[in-house]
């Protein structure tokens, strides 16, 4: 079964800094490596995605992530962080194939992300 | 387009009532899930559903029950409600190929 690990429940980085969130995954088969953000009071939406190809992956506002299978990791980062990053951030795991959505998804337990002015 | 809608979106039960919380999607989507969010435990999948007519556990469907009632809806149901079930929670939908969860605006839950 697949599981996720997200090392930091709270990351505090200065504006303008290098933001880096950790997460290691588990899966039995080549996995699909998402991060999602949650901004206060609202539902998660989507930054980026791996499925296959580019082990590199750029998402919205800036993020990038990097599969790296020897790892068995997907660390989310952004060179230099903005006031409006400030948000709770969650890496998940799927094992589905491309010919089928019929899988579970799994999350790990967030990282709230602060930044300093 | 609405995307992903949760009704309702607060609600305070007493120990041991029943609800049930209600979702739609209209982006024809095959699959749908049901998540609880608590504070440090992240997102916990409780049942999710292939499609219509089958539905499957997550990690945490003790206490739940749920009901794909056409590829539309799928409804999550507390029969008994217990106060370690208050929570935040998130219906979504995934299309295929698409490989990317819509989740609803979430319906926060309160167990007295």
């Known amino acids: 079964a697949q599981s996720v690990t997200q090392l930091g429940s709270h990351v505090s980085v200065s504006e303008g800094a290098l933001v880096l969130l950790r997460c290691n995954y588990s899966?039995?088969?080549?996995?699909?490596l998402f991060w999602y953000v949650q901004y206060p009071n609202q539902g998660l939406q989507l930054l980026l995605k791996?499925?296959?190809?580019?082990?590199l992956v750029k998402g919205i506002n800036g993020f990038e992530a990097e599969f790296k299978k020897s790892e068995t990791s997907f660390h989310l980062t952004k060179p230099s962080a903005h006031m409006s990053d400030a948000a709770e951030y969650f890496c998940?795991?799927?094992?589905?194939?491309?010919?089928?959505?019929?899988?579970?998804?799994?999350f790990g337990s967030g990282t709230r992300l602060s930044i300093r002015p | 387009n609405a995307g992903v809608t949760q009704t309702p979106k607060f609600q305070v039960l007493k120990t041991g009532q029943s609800m049930t919380l209600q979702c739609a999607q209209d982006m024809n989507h095959n699959s749908m899930y049901w998540y609880r969010q608590d504070p440090g435990m992240g997102l916990r999948l409780i049942y999710y559903s292939a499609s219509e007519g089958t539905t499957d556990k997550g990690e945490v469907p003790n206490g739940y029950n749920v009901s794909r009632l056409n590829k539309r809806e799928f409804s999550l149901r507390l029969e008994s409600a217990a106060p370690s079930q208050t929570s935040v929670y998130f219906c979504?939908?995934?299309?295929?190929?698409?490989?990317?969860?819509?989740f609803g605006a979430g319906s926060r839950l309160t167990v007295l």
């Open positions: 899966s039995s088969v080549p996995p699909y």
């Open positions: 998940a795991v799927s094992e589905s194939n491309r010919y089928s959505s019929a899988s579970k998804i799994i």
């Open positions: 791996y499925t296959t190809g580019a082990t």
């Open positions: 979504a939908s995934r299309g295929p190929g698409a490989n990317v969860l819509t």
